[in-house]
């Protein structure tokens, strides 16, 4: 492997779990903040649904989304199996229960207080989410940390999906499993380490932005 | 109509125990109704009832003649328009102080000039104006308990409902916010209801009082309140 193909691999690995983690967020973070503040019948079964779908094996949701995305599957018509879409879309089922279940305990997790001061507010729903968002941001960000670090360190899913094809859907963790079963273990540690390294780094701009945030508050 | 807040036969459980037993009271238009009892005797709760943040298990809660429907969230969400909670640990929000006023006013829909003015004035007349851009988190326990209080005047309610509101204040400070909450309701001609251990400050500031004992009203007094009758309870 070349190095241009190593840096196609590390971004297309970014870009495909940016994106869906992204998505997830926008979705996750409302949603999670909503369940957390509303009352509802179900509202307990709901949270353990969710919990129990953060620990979803991505090889199950592989071969499921592969049945629906397939030509003969119900979503079939939109060909989008075996391309970046079709990765973004499992990762982002995968996420979005970790970003919603990890949202939903940083809001819970408020003071009491806090939250009956917010409510007593009596402000539009959007604006009380909001500003119950801010408040927990901190333990927020760390969901979508979670949630960032699952989908780029995740195979089962991209692989069923995306088929690992060289140039186009070819990740670092499914490039792993590929040059593993070929033997080339020094191209395998090489990706190991890059692999590290972007999670590193997604790692250290979180911190930054974090440390950022309670110094602006200050 | 008669415009008064009227609790009527209020029955609160937590699990097992009975919190609030039959409790009645009433707050009228101008004037001050303090609630004081020892610890644990239901007095946060009721008032968190009257905030309309939890529903009574049993009794009805009826503002100017009119019950309250606990399940009627939009009918809830327009009354606490009115209402101003303050409870007993008054939290903050993680920004500065001056965006601790100024933010509640915008989400209230309002204009950018009118929340500016009123958040330089409210920090100004609590001598705060100085703290404006720190985080509010760093203030003293007494500056957050003002924050408060500012904050939730700057809205103009028309009910107040404070737990405690001077419990952290030292005691020239207390005797300033007594007076500004008590101007502000002959003012505004607005309901109030307040929570308070401090028989001096109930003395100073009641119109009517209500001694909660065990979830239940032991003694009301209006008009002359003694203090030797209070202290009977207490």
Redesign the interface.
């Given at each position: 492997m070349d190095i241009a193909e190593l840096i196609q691999i590390t971004l297309l690995s970014i870009q495909v779990s940016g994106v869906a983690v992204v998505l997830s967020s926008i979705i996750g973070v409302w949603l999670g903040a909503y369940i957390a503040t509303s009352e509802f019948k179900l509202k307990k079964l709901t949270i353990t649904l969710i919990d129990t779908l953060m620990g979803t094996p991505p090889v199950l949701l592989g071969l499921i989304l592969y049945l629906v995305l397939s030509r003969s599957g119900p979503l079939g018509f939109l060909g989008v199996l075996f391309t970046p879409a079709a990765m973004i879309i499992a990762q982002f089922l995968l996420t979005l229960p970790i970003v919603t279940g990890l949202a939903i305990s940083a809001v819970e997790s408020l003071?009491r207080?806090?939250r009956?001061?917010i409510?007593?507010?009596?402000?539009p729903a959007h604006?009380e989410v909001l500003?119950l968002i801010?408040?927990a941001?901190t333990g927020i960000i760390s969901g979508v940390l979670a949630a960032f670090s699952r989908a780029v360190s995740e195979v089962g899913a991209v692989i069923i999906v995306g088929g690992n094809i060289r140039y186009y859907t070819r990740v670092l963790t499914t490039a792993i499993v590929y040059y593993t079963n070929s033997g080339e273990f020094d191209t395998v540690l090489w990706l190991g380490l890059v692999l590290t390294l972007v999670y590193f780094a997604i790692n250290a701009v979180v911190l930054l932005l974090r440390y950022r945030m309670g110094e602006r508050?200050? | 109509m008669k415009e008064v807040i009227r609790a009527l036969n209020i029955v609160k459980y937590f699990g097992e125990t009975r919190i609030l037993d039959n409790v009645s009271l009433e707050a009228h238009r101008g004037k001050i109704a303090v609630i004081m009892g020892p610890n644990g005797s239901g007095k946060s709760t009721l008032l968190k009832i009257l905030a309309l943040l939890i529903p009574p298990d049993a009794g009805r809660l009826e503002i100017d003649d009119s019950p309250i429907d606990f399940n009627n969230e939009l009918e809830k969400r327009s009354l606490q328009k009115k209402i101003a909670y303050l409870p007993q640990r008054p939290p903050v929000l993680s920004a500065n102080v001056f965006n601790n006023i100024y933010l509640p006013l915008r989400l209230r829909g309002a204009s950018k000039e009118e929340a500016k003015k009123t958040t330089e004035s409210i920090l100004s007349i609590l001598r705060l104006k100085e703290y404006a851009k720190i985080n509010a988190h760093r203030l003293s326990g007494g500056q957050k308990q003002l924050l408060a209080i500012g904050r939730t005047l700057a809205l103009n309610p028309q009910i107040l409902l404070f737990d405690e509101p001077t419990a952290s204040l030292a005691p020239n400070t207390a005797e300033t916010v007594q007076d500004i909450v008590k101007r502000y309701v002959r003012e505004k001609n607005c309901y109030a209801v307040i929570v308070s251990h401090n028989i001096t400050e109930a003395k100073k500031i009641a119109d009517e009082l209500y001694v909660l004992v065990s979830g239940k009203i032991k003694e009301t007094f209006s008009g002359q309140i003694s203090e030797a009758e209070i202290l009977k309870w207490i």
């Open positions: 003071p207080e806090l009956e001061y409510k007593s507010l009596a402000l604006y500003l801010n408040e941001r508050s200050d | -």
